[in-house]
């Protein structure tokens, strides 16, 4: 029995998810971006040619066109399996011979890579207009952001059916407690609260990396593994469980 190549149902994948999810998230950043930007260049056609504007460019690249990792993380993450599974499709996807986990795995990749370069693109646009931002610290930064959102992202997708409500609820949770107990002066929580928060994904470090990675700044190695290897983690178990649960449930 010939099998046919994975790769054919590349230019597919790749279409459904620029036009269904990252045209969301490319939207909403030029919309928020683009407008703040296009005021001030119309008053003033000079105002990032003065260095003593490259604190407020960056405060708006982080404040706006950084607003795509997060979103855009989401939006290439989740859904990824449960929404086939929701809508019927992998009927149709796997009426051929098709091996269900590499076609995930592709899929997957797909979307980080693409997501990953649209947000180096983003930041040379931004950086055409204004001033120099590293677009190779940027697409590491969606490279770090896209291993923890996608990796929880796919786990969740294999688990239910509406993961996506999840992902959102554990990454702002997340965030809350470890950014509470990271604070000088240890607000008091419940011990349970302290615990969950270091069980939880890395999502402050993660976030605390990105800030050091947009500044030009050392970044902890120890950090960066740590969030890559939560979300690798979070991807394999993920694998594993595709390959045990049928979708058809």
Request: no cysteine.
């Amino acid at each position: 029995m010939r099998y046919p190549p994975l790769l054919a149902y590349a230019r597919f994948q790749l279409g459904d998810y620029l036009l269904r999810r990252a045209s969301v998230a490319l939207l909403m950043v030029v919309f928020i971006a683009g407008l703040p930007l296009w005021g001030m260049l119309r008053g003033q056609p000079d105002l990032f040619k003065n260095p003593s504007s490259a604190v407020l460019a960056m405060q708006l690249y982080t404040g706006t066109v950084a607003l795509f990792l997060p979103i855009g993380a989401f939006l290439a993450g989740a859904g990824i399996i449960s929404a086939d599974r929701h809508q019927g499709f992998f009927r149709f996807y796997f009426s051929k011979p098709v091996n269900v986990v590499a076609y995930y795995v592709q899929t997957y990749l797909l979307h980080g890579i693409v997501f990953i370069a649209l947000f180096g693109a983003l930041t040379w646009g931004w950086g055409a207009l204004t001033i120099h931002v590293s677009v190779h610290r940027a697409m590491e930064a969606a490279a770090l952001t896209f291993a923890l959102v996608g990796g929880l992202g796919l786990l969740f997708s294999v688990l239910l059916r509406f993961d996506g409500l999840l992902l959102v609820l554990v990454y702002l949770v997340s965030m809350m407690l470890q950014q509470i107990v990271s604070l000088a002066g240890k607000p008091r929580l419940p011990e349970w609260a302290v615990q969950l928060a270091k069980v939880l994904p890395p999502v402050y470090r993660m976030d605390q990396v990105r800030n050091h990675l947009y500044a030009a700044e050392a970044i902890s190695a120890a950090d960066v593994w740590y969030v890559v290897g939560y979300g690798i983690g979070a991807f394999a178990l993920g694998l594993f469980l595709l390959r045990k649960l049928a979708l058809s449930r």
